[in-house]
């Protein structure tokens, strides 16, 4: 039987060898994606970069998703699948859970393989560059799909957390400290409370936290201040895994 090895053209696999060659081809689509936009990142910056992406992104989206409708025969109703958009709301919401959750495991998978070849050190120094760079592009979408105003403060803030990946996979809240700050927790981990379950002890995510906060707060409001309450390794009480105060002081 032929295989892989011995051929010279996707058109001589199997079926199910040219269904695995095609997933394969949508993940070099997101590997380029990611490329050029980091590359257009390291040559121009940031903002620009977020500039170039609110072009290119939306109308890469629309291209893509049409072709896929012709190829396959599915249709499309305001650029999105009409099956995704009609079906029930729990679905909606369930895909939504879903999605956020692949997120969380694709950056476990990473950090996982990383870890694995490199040990826990490169491992913690790779994730925490990652939320240096992820942090600002998501607060850019969140800021893009909510149409927050150019600084939106501790309001605009507080809806935003709600609508970041982490939001659709924890459990979180927010209480109002002062006039000028409010504190927000994370009452449930997936990550720490698997690791509980399995009897490991708390991950140490307090690096990659204080970036991940710090960043994505800035881009929701630059004079935003952020400050960590507690994050393992800190002691922390069971009702949270970790606390943070954001804060924007008077005259800002």
């Known amino acids: 039987m032929n295989g892989p090895a011995s051929t010279h053209s996707p058109l001589e696999l199997g079926d199910e060898e040219l269904a695995g060659y095609i997933a394969g081809l949508l993940e070099r689509i997101i590997v380029h994606y990611s490329i050029w936009f980091s590359e257009v990142r390291h040559q121009l910056g940031m903002e620009k970069a977020l500039a170039v992406l609110e072009e290119a992104g939306p109308r890469s989206l629309k291209i893509q998703l049409a072709r896929l409708a012709r190829t396959l025969g599915f249709a499309l109703r305001n650029d999105l699948p009409a099956a995704m958009v009609d079906l029930p709301r729990e679905s909606l919401v369930a895909l939504m859970k879903s999605v956020s959750t692949n997120w969380l495991a694709n950056d476990g998978v990473w950090f996982q393989a990383v870890e694995g070849a490199h040990g826990m050190t490169d491992a913690k120094r790779c994730n925490d560059s990652a939320w240096a ?17 150019g600084r939106p403060g501790l309001e605009g803030l507080k809806k935003a957390l709600g609508f970041r990946l982490y939001a659709n996979v924890n459990v979180q809240s927010i209480v109002d400290e002062s006039p000028e700050s409010f504190l927000f927790y994370m009452n449930d981990c997936r990550v720490q409370s698997a690791r509980r379950r399995k009897g490991l002890p708390d991950y140490a995510c307090k690096s990659g936290g204080i970036v991940e906060y710090g960043y994505f707060a800035r881009g929701i409001d630059d004079r935003i201040v952020t400050e960590c309450i507690g994050c393992p390794p800190d002691p922390h009480p069971e009702e949270w895994y970790c606390a943070w105060r954001f804060r924007l002081p008077a005259g800002k």
Do not use: H, I
């Open 133 to 149: 760079q992820f942090s600002p592009y998501e607060a850019w979408t969140v800021r893009k799909f909510l149409r927050l105003p």
